[in-house]
């Protein structure tokens, strides 16, 4: 398959070179399709050098490429990488990359510029947040040939692919000529598109790269560069003058908020594609604050909470229910766990209540603590209207059991920062990711006070989150991410609510374009007709 | 309310605030204005007596029910009544309201006397930190409350008063400077009058007619500012109603679920109107160039 | 007067200065969170966070901090934006003209028209155009912005198709935001000037010059109206004041890159340096339109004399 790719590579360069009917074909392919895609994207953007900071927003990879990518079936294909082997004892990666692609600056995509990228992505120094699995685990890298390299890892890991589909790959050259403090700015690639105009706070304009033709073909319909002149991405968060510029066509792409799906589906003018993201909403506890220390009470709170009722009222029907650390869209969920979990009780919610001694002394229809005194359940949540809209959810149905929930407001940093301290009770929040060694970064005993929000860890945990993150073999691997969340489950350091939905909305006038099962938009074949 | 032994003392008619009332009682406009607040007042008071419904609690089988005779004002993504829930949220919003200015009205007042009477040093001083905070980012220093203190009722009503600081102190300072050369505090003086004396006795007085006015607009403009301080996400604990919260969380639902945020955003602007009207009132009848 | 003027811009430095160490010992000592924990991103370490802290220079004591803040500010460099990783100052350079667009627009368009209502209102006080005026002021007063301008987003832009919904690059991006923070400024100015100008119209010189027979209108403009302004120019200066600093929910509706929007993200980074900058430009804008206002007044009242 990547020999046959270089094939056809080799083939389309000297058919260029001689000017001759490849070139013909080419432009006929490209024929009537270009156009400018333009999206909304509510966080407005952070440097677009990659060792500083992680914009966690898809159009990023349209400047750089990766070594790896994850083709439709979410298995890992080549995008750099030609091919590649795993050593026997799982610690070595080879890599044979692709010949022939280049950086826009014109410098090659060979293996010294892939050690470059990966020695820097494993400086203890790099605040990124991408690729710093790397920092521990890459010992050296070996350059066995203009196009090929070793990868000498100091143990096996199984989310190695994963870890690697996510970096981006600058141009060494570059970067170094232009410097650290520049690049964020002035940014060299060679991925689809090339940054032509960037306006801080407002705007980035990227145009086609003409040269890009190493694209993986598990995710390209056709050789030779994307059909789009420009790639436009505009930093506007209110959702309803998102949604306004979608209809009138400022916008060519936007998410959809739920309560407005029918009327976009009606709208004969968009396109609407409707999915789940690989993210989930959860309630953590502080696990190291008493009273929450008590598993029982953490779980008695998950039997108070009807998921589906949830998913009603605070996503409109549109998220599903959710009862394991995993939601069905990322790897390694496991729909039997759902058997074994708690789910909505209340009247067994209510005996554990009363049980550990949470009696509603007073008639007042909420309970007092166990020496009777009044008592509040702290839940910190973020101020944007979804979490807002979530919170009122719980509580009322947290007080159908009796439970006196106490909505804290926070902004999103101070939220953060009081997960960090230690003294906190209940969070709201979510997290989202395309791999189950997710779970490592919040059960970790060294990431309390930053990661570990619920401070909870055991031994047995971390034994089985090593064996799950060291397990190569898909399929032991699964068994090992299912003992995984089955030992989360039983624990309740979290309660898991639901899955949410991801509702995207497209410009009817694009054409080949297509969602990737991670809900990445995938633009490389779109285009608009154009004359 | 002063009294009439002093009205006489500032030269002025014995009768005046009689005649203010007189003047009010015969503005028909402002009467009605006052029997509807009143009104409202009362149906805010007796909210669990008025609905039956909970305002707080979930009814997923009756959510998103546009407006019926079951549901005047219809019901939100919750299934709550929202005629309950502005009947409830008009204690928050009100109390944000009136407190707010009334807080800001007790600190603001002697500091704008202060600053217009004395003059010099006291005046430079006052002005200069009523500069800082007007140059002060607002934003900021909401953000900063909120992140610090949490966000509740207490720093809602802390934060609006805080930024009315500056607009008060300087209103008070104005007319104090204008009414500390009449003729009338001049002869006070005269006469051998203290400082403190003349100031609550002879200047407080002239600065009430303005002050009542300010504070009508000021309650409008707090309960406003509330809604506003809703949209960036620092208002009152949910789901305690509120009517500025109850609007911002509706401008979602504008196209699907309009009466979420039309009914809040008209009561808002009724009570607005009425306190205007009852202000303007209020000003007419404390002017005694305005005959009744 | 120019040595008054000059005087006031000696004591703005002081203000300013003062504003901007406020901000920066609050930033650092008592809001929670900061810009390493949110580079840091949703799974890093302790450690990580503090690697970053380092780098950023939050390591160091409040106090070192600021003096190196301060050389820099010094020599007019603000220092380079956490979240962006460009200097603050070209940031803002381009994120202000912006604000100042719109503000200068709406304040200009909504009081022009404030003033009319006013004027109409105050002359035909108490009869039915006087009783419609108030019910509209205040229905437009009472309209929060965000509400108005998704209103007029719906009607202009997605119904009727006239007008873009977002963004920036010609006057018809203005119109929209503009519309939506002049209808609350007119209702203000119709508002004050109505109030005012009956004040005015009662007083003791108008009666007069209105007794030795100067026509209706001639004692309108040259006498009512002059003296009705002076409580109007001060809370146009405010608001001039007040949007340049923070127009941010306009902003935010109609994707202005303006300094208000670039304020809230900034906070929300906890993008130290950047905040800074938005802080001194507030507080420095503040300053220059109060002395503005202030010399307004010297033309408009030629009782105000400066000492």
Known sequence: ?531 | MPSAELAGERGRPDGLYQLALLKFVRNRVALFGLFCLLLMLLAILFAPQVTPYDPIGKNTPERNLAPSLLHPFGTDKLGRDIMSRVLFGGRVSLMVGFLSVGLAVVISTPLGLIAGFFGGVADNVIMRVMDLILAFPGLILAIFLVSLLGSNITIVIIAIAFFSLPTFSRLIRGITLSIREMEYVVAARGMGAGSLRIMFFHILPGVLGPMIVLTTLGVSGAIVAGASLSFLGLGVRPPTPEWGAMLADGRNYLRTQWWIAVFPGMTITLVVLILNIIGDALRDALDPNVRA | MSQYILRRIAIAFPLILAVTTVVFVMLRVALPGDPAQIMAGDRASPEQIEIIRRKLGLDRPVIEQYLIFLRDFAQGDLGRSVKFREPVMGVIARAFPFTATLTFLSVTVGTSIGLVIGVITAVNQRTWIDNVGIVLTVFFFSIPTFWLGLMLILIFSVGLRVLPVQGTGSWRHFVLPVATLAVGQSALIARLTRSSMIEVLSADYVRTARAKGLARRQVLVGHALRNTLIPVITVVGLSVGGLLGGAVITESIFGLPGVGRLAIDAISNRDYPMIQGAVILVAASFVFVNLIVDIIYAFVDPRIRYA
């Open chain 1, 1 to 531: 398959m990547y020999r046959l790719r270089n094939a056809v590579l080799l083939l389309l360069m000297i058919a260029l070179a001689m000017m001759s009917g490849a070139a013909l074909a080419q432009d006929d392919i490209m024929a009537g399709k270009g156009g400018r895609l333009v999206v909304a994207d509510a966080n407005s953007n952070t440097s677009f050098d990659p060792f500083v900071s992680s914009w966690h927003s898809w159009p990023h990879y349209a400047l750089y490429p990766t070594l790896f990518s994850r083709a439709l079936d979410m298995s890992y294909v080549g995008y750099l990488a030609d091919s590649w082997e795993v050593s026997e004892d799982s610690k070595s990666l080879t890599i044979h990359l692709i010949e022939g692609a280049t950086f826009t600056d014109g410098s090659p995509i060979d293996a010294e510029a892939l050690r470059w990228n990966l020695e820097k992505y494993a400086d203890p120094e790099s605040t990124a947040s991408t690729g710093r699995a790397l920092i521990t685990l890459l010992d050296n890298i070996e350059v066995m040939g203009d196009y090929s390299f070793t990868m000498h890892m100091n143990s096996p890991h199984a989310p190695l692919f994963f870890v690697l589909a996510g970096l981006e790959i600058v141009s060494p050259t570059a970067y170094e000529a232009i410097g650290p403090d520049d690049f964020g700015t002035n940014p060299v690639g060679g991925g689809p598109f090339i940054l032509k105009e960037l306006v801080t706070d407002n705007y980035a304009l990227f145009e086609r790269n003409p040269d890009f033709t190493w694209a993986p073909p598990e995710l390209y319909d056709h050789p030779g560069p994307v059909f789009l002149d420009e790639l436009q991405i505009l930093f506007i968060g209110e959702e309803q003058t998102v949604l306004a510029a979608l209809e009138t066509g400022e916008i060519s792409l936007a998410g959809i908020p739920t309560q407005n799906l029918a009327g976009a589906e009606a709208n004969p003018d968009i396109d609407v594609h409707v999915a789940k993201l690989s993210q989930i909403r959860y309630v953590g506890f502080n696990t190291s604050k008493d009273p929450w220390t008590n598993p029982d009470l953490r779980r008695a709170f998950a039997y108070a909470t009807d998921r589906q009722e949830f998913v009603t009222l605070a996503w409109d029907d549109l998220a599903d229910p959710l009862y394991q650390p995993l939601p069905p869209t990322i790897w390694g969920h496991n729909p039997d766990l759902n058997a074994i979990a708690p789910s909505f009780d209340p009247d067994k919610a209510s005996a554990m209540l009363d049980e550990l001694g949470y009696v509603d002394v007073d008639g007042d229809g909420l309970r007092e603590d166990p020496d009777g005194e009044s008592w509040t359940v702290p839940l910190a949540t973020a101020s944007p209207d979804e979490w807002l809209r979530q919170a009122e959810v719980l509580e009322a149905q947290w007080r159908a059991v009796g439970i006196p929930l106490q909505i804290d407001v926070l902004e999103f940093s101070a939220l953060i920062d009081l997960t960090t301290t230690g003294e906190h009770d209940l969070f709201l929040l979510l997290y989202g990711y395309q791999d189950p060694s997710i779970l490592t970064y919040f059960f970790d005993p060294e990431r309390k006070g930053g990661s570990n929000r619920a401070w909870f860890s055991t031994d047995e945990l971390t034994d089985l989150l090593v064996a799950a993150d060291s397990q190569l073999d898909p399929d032991l691997r699964y068994e090992a991410v299912t003992a995984v969340s089955e030992y989360i489950i039983e624990a309740s350091p979290w309660v898991y609510l639901a899955v949410p939905p991801a509702l995207t909305g497209v410009r009817a006038e694009l054409m080949g374009w297509s969602i990737h099962p991670d809900t990445s938009f995938l633009y490389w074949n779109a285009y608009f007709e154009v004359e």
